[in-house]
């Protein structure tokens, strides 16, 4: 049994489990009013966005992609949102389905570009990012308010958890993602032929996997969670702004890396990854605390934090062996283009 | 039989024809587009305009090319300019009067030295540890910012010392000082890696790194090479920004720089998949990319539509570079000729 903990798969989920209990222990002796059950509440609360594009992160990072797109899809999900609901006056839902349906059709455009023409994800999201917040200037350049009845309970209601304690709807919707998320990943054909793609695309293919069929289905699925979290930030910022979500493409790469997924794909978890958000959550609220802070420490701090645990990947391969395997596999394999 | 010179040459002739494409429009649907003057002894014009605010994204371009040639990116780039304005700027001071803290010279060195050893963090990370080239600068370009903050308190520094302007405001026999810069930059290391056999293997490393060790080129040594570089390279277009506009602004200073300048070098030929480097054509991929965003201006367009624009030209560009977009291309054609 510690033979099976300490294999490195369980281990690096170990060694967050253990930092965030640290860090937020730690919070918990530093400062009063830190250790409460709202305040971890609250992770979630004020993460749900971050939490909901990490998980769409997860599944292209472990098929060994990357998107860099979801920071700006999410501003274009926030100005799509308010500017449909506020000047255009559509129904609430209809608008929902909308910007789902919007963020979808673009992760879908992008996966096929990289997976029928074998274009870098690097690249391909990259333009996926100024083509978002070019689509966000043109919906509009000026904040848009939302005060709309259904967006302003969605900002405001509250359910509660124990005693005082509450959770908001984004938090709850957060959470409903994580799940279908950890199941789809660790419980599906579909969720099983993303490791199996992220470990040896040549491999999967030759085993029959639909492997086309499967790398389109992921960067659709990240465009529809970053259309989600789009959503949910306006929920929390009630306004869409062309700027919103800039940069977060990074911390959602950054917050699944810290989680344990190796960038070079085939391990990872949706549980690593939320593990990641509370500790980036822990960090920010522990620089609020501390008062002193410029809150540009978070950054530091995360930077550091992916070192570390790239860092500790790297150590672990090489104490496997696989160091050789690793860089041949990164050559990119010449797929057929069936599938 | 065309000499592998004419073969090198002929690479250029895409990117070329692109930025002639885009002069050619502006000729006949841009009125003075081309209109030239002299005032005060300085050339002014739409022409100068463009290589003056491509020369921030050129510089970065240059030690871009080289990371890019080894198979490797470097996403920090943008956050080392933020450092690099934020060095300069602390250590010359905010002071109204014009009076630098400490002498230019001194700031001007310890911004490229802070730059540098940027490059010198991201080279490590990648020839000795052997992280991926895109997570090992991405911890820069997360930290990268967050560290620029720290030093400029969050806080824009204005800059009043006159001298330092000249870095992105001044002239110099007619033509912007920047493009000195720009083209002393790029000399020096076209002469380092065409005369020299560096040049060799960087492209060797890119195309296949066991092959180049084998063949006893110290890969490590070349990888860890270009990052630094490509940190020094930061560290001039930082100067060149924070003059321009005489301010260091952690949060904005840089902010996208490495998608243009990635861009810049791609359009410019040099492909992701490491080997051959086309300093040159990272250099037009620059110009197109300015020439771009200033047509865009004359068309009274709002500047951030110009983001649209330009990712539809990446996508473009990629698949013209995509191997099996080619082929499926000449497959159709073929078909096409077979059928009449």
């Known amino acids: 049994m510690t033979r099976r903990l300490l294999n490195s798969r369980y281990l690096s989920t170990l060694v967050i489990l253990f930092l965030f209990v640290l860090m937020f222990g730690w919070g918990s002796v530093a400062y009063t009013g830190f250790f409460s059950l709202q305040n971890f509440l609250n992770l979630f609360i004020d993460n749900a966005y971050l939490l909901i594009l990490a998980v769409g992160m997860t599944f292209v990072i472990i098929s060994g992609g990357i998107d860099l797109s979801v920071g700006s899809m999410l501003g274009l999900a926030t100005m799509l949102s308010a500017s449909l609901v506020q000047k255009s006056h559509l129904s609430p839902l209809l608008v929902i389905l909308i910007v789902l349906l919007n963020g979808t059709v673009l992760g879908f455009f992008m996966g096929c570009l990289i997976q029928f023409f074998d274009l870098p994800p690097f690249i391909i999201t990259l333009a996926g990012l100024y083509l978002g917040r070019g689509l966000c200037y043109i919906v509009s350049i000026d904040t848009i308010g939302i005060s709309n009845d259904f967006f302003q309970a969605a900002a405001h209601s509250q359910f509660p958890v124990l005693g005082d304690s509450f959770v908001s709807p984004s938090a709850v919707i957060?959470?409903?993602?994580?799940?279908?998320?950890?199941?789809?990943?660790?419980?599906?054909?579909?969720?099983?032929?993303?490791?199996?793609?992220?470990?040896?695309?040549?491999?999967?293919?030759?085993?029959?996997?639909?492997?086309?069929?499967?790398?389109?289905?992921?960067?659709?699925?990240?465009?529809?969670?970053?259309?989600?979290?789009?959503i949910v930030f306006t929920f929390y910022t009630l306004s869409g702004y062309a700027l919103d979500g800039k940069g977060m493409e990074l911390d959602a790469i950054a917050t699944v890396v810290i989680g344990g997924t190796l960038l070079t794909g085939g391990a990872g978890s949706v549980f690593g990854t939320v593990l990641g958000v509370l500790v980036y959550g822990t960090i920010q609220v522990l620089i609020v605390f501390q008062g002193t802070l410029n809150s540009w420490w978070t950054r530091i701090a995360i930077g550091f934090l992916v070192f570390l645990f790239c860092f500790l990947q790297r150590l672990f391969e090489a104490r496997k062996g696989t160091l050789a395997v690793r860089t041949t596999s990164q050559v990119p394999a010449v797929t057929a283009s069936g599938g | 039989m065309p000499s592998a010179r004419s073969l090198n040459r002929s690479k250029l002739v895409w990117p070329l024809a692109a930025l002639g494409c885009l002069l050619l429009f502006n000729l006949f649907f841009t009125p003075n587009f081309f209109h030239m003057e002299v005032k005060e002894g300085h050339l002014y014009g739409n022409l100068i305009d463009i290589l003056k605010n491509a020369a921030p994204i050129m510089l970065l371009a240059i030690g871009l090319t080289l990371v890019i040639a080894t198979?490797?990116?470097?996403?920090?780039?943008?956050?080392?300019?933020?450092?690099?304005?934020?060095?300069?700027?602390?250590?010359?001071?905010?002071?109204?009067?014009?009076?630098?803290?400490?002498?230019?010279?001194?700031?001007?060195?310890?911004?490229?030295?802070?730059?540098?050893?940027?490059?010198?963090?991201?080279?490590?990370?990648?020839?000795?540890?052997?992280?991926q080239p895109i997570i090992a600068t991405l911890i820069l370009f997360v930290a990268g910012r967050g560290v620029a903050m720290v030093l400029t308190n969050a806080m824009v520094i204005w800059l009043y010392v006159k001298p330092f302007a000249i870095f992105g405001q001044g002239y110099w026999l007619g033509l912007p000082f920047s493009i000195y810069l720009v083209a002393g930059l790029l000399l020096l290391t076209a002469l380092v890696t065409r005369r020299t056999a560096i040049g060799l293997f960087i492209e060797s490393v890119g195309i296949n790194p066991t092959a180049a060790r084998f063949s006893g080129i110290n890969a490590k040594n070349i990888l860890l090479g270009v990052y630094v570089f490509s940190g020094f390279c930061a560290g001039v277009s930082g100067l060149v920004v924070c003059s321009t506009v005489m301010s260091a602004d952690g949060n904005n200073a840089g902010n996208l720089f490495e998608l243009d300048a990635i861009l810049a070098v791609v359009l410019g030929g040099t492909s992701l998949n490491g080997g051959k480097f086309y300093l040159l054509g990272s250099m037009i991929g620059a110009l197109i990319i300015q020439t771009l965003t200033t047509t865009i201006y004359a068309f009274n367009v709002a500047p951030e539509i110009s983001q649209v624009v330009k990712a539809l030209v990446v996508y473009a560009v990629s698949l013209l570079q995509s191997e099996r977009f080619r082929h499926r291309i000449a497959v159709a054609f073929a078909k096409g000729r077979a059928a009449a």
């Open chain 2, 71 to 131: 198979k490797g990116i470097d996403i920090s780039v943008g956050s080392v300019v933020a450092i690099s304005a934020g060095v300069v700027a602390i250590l010359l001071g905010g002071d109204l009067a014009g009076h630098p803290k400490y002498p230019l010279a001194v700031a001007l060195i310890a911004a490229v030295l802070a730059s540098t050893a940027a490059g010198v963090w991201n080279g490590m990370l990648v020839s000795r540890i052997g992280l």
């Open chain 1, 174 to 230: 957060a959470l409903v993602v994580v799940a279908i998320g950890a199941y789809v990943l660790r419980f599906t054909r579909f969720g099983r032929t993303i490791y199996a793609i992220g470990g040896n695309e040549q491999s999967a293919l030759l085993m029959g996997l639909p492997v086309t069929r499967t790398k389109i289905a992921i960067y659709a699925l990240s465009g529809f969670c970053s259309a989600l979290a789009g």
